[in-house]
């Protein structure tokens, strides 16, 4: 609850001694993953770069409190999926495609639709496999047609061939009430298609504005800087120069150094 809510000295705290006090727990051991990579996170978002090289030390950690969890019970498919992630799209020397293809495998024997997942998920990172990822995706929704995970990845590959209309419609379809995680994201997403495609701009100012109000927390969740910016554009095309111009302000106080804010910035005061 404390890493979900932001704090995250607290969190470790409280997930070391949960390791301490039950060492033979596989859960206790993923939760102390989850926190060491929240706090991993945070700093490569506020430090950049070098923060994330610098946290090379809590990462090892990461995986070695993964690989405990998994040890402990190698039925806990969450560890095991993490553990997919950090050597699928790790930075050298973390990552290791060979390794995550044969975590993938080993997968399979305690969920063959999540190692189905994985070994599409694979191909969203090189953009000249696009279409055969999208295929992948929609032969996974042939059987499981409601999953969320398979139906993010369809509206985030949509949106990279710009059919931002179906892409909207895909993000739309996780956009439930009560609001959780999953659902914001999906909201920003489905914003961000909107306006990247110039339509239903006002539903994208009003799903922007309520995930801007609602400040949700959580891993990898959108910070407020994008949101701003996102924002800006949105109002720039809706000829509200001024709000754009003191949304893509408040952007860059989150977060100074993002170039493409002051191009937009450049672009609405040369009015192009």
């Given at each position: 609850c404390n890493r979900l809510k932001g704090?995250?000295?607290r969190a470790f705290e409280l997930a070391e001694a949960g390791v301490?006090?039950?060492p033979g727990n596989s859960q206790a051991h993923f939760i102390l993953a989850e926190t060491i990579m929240a706090r991993v996170v945070r700093e490569a978002e506020t430090g950049g770069l070098s923060a994330m090289v610098s946290a090379l030390d809590d990462v090892k950690r990461y995986q070695s409190e993964l690989a405990a969890a998994?040890?402990?019970d190698p039925a806990n498919v969450d560890a095991r999926v993490r553990q997919i992630i950090v050597y699928a799209f790790g930075p050298w020397p973390i990552g290791n495609k060979k390794k995550a293809r044969g975590l993938i495998e080993e997968l399979g024997e305690f969920d063959p639709f999540r190692r189905d997942f994985w070994e599409v998920q694979l191909l969203v990172g090189d953009d000249k496999r696009i279409d055969e990822a999208l295929a992948g995706f929609r032969a996974?929704?042939?059987?499981q047609p409601d999953d969320p995970d398979v139906i993010y990845?369809?509206?985030?590959l949509l949106a990279?061939?710009?059919e931002y209309k179906a892409a909207a419609a895909e993000f739309d379809r996780l956009v439930e009430q009560p609001r959780n995680?999953?659902?914001f994201q999906a909201m920003y997403q489905a914003a961000k298609a909107r306006s990247n495609g110039g339509f239903e701009l006002e539903r994208a100012l009003a799903d922007l504005s309520e995930y801007e109000a609602a400040r949700p927390l959580g891993d990898l969740m959108p910070n407020l800087a994008r949101v701003a910016y996102h924002r800006g554009n949105?109002?720039?095309k809706l000829g509200r120069v001024e709000e754009a111009r003191a949304a893509y302000g408040r952007s860059l106080e989150l977060d100074p150094d993002r170039e493409r804010v002051n191009q937009a910035l450049e672009a609405l005061e040369s009015g192009e």
């Open positions: 704090d995250l000295d301490e006090l039950l998994v040890a402990l996974l929704q042939v059987d990845n369809v509206g985030e990279k061939r710009d995680q999953r659902s949105v109002l720039a």
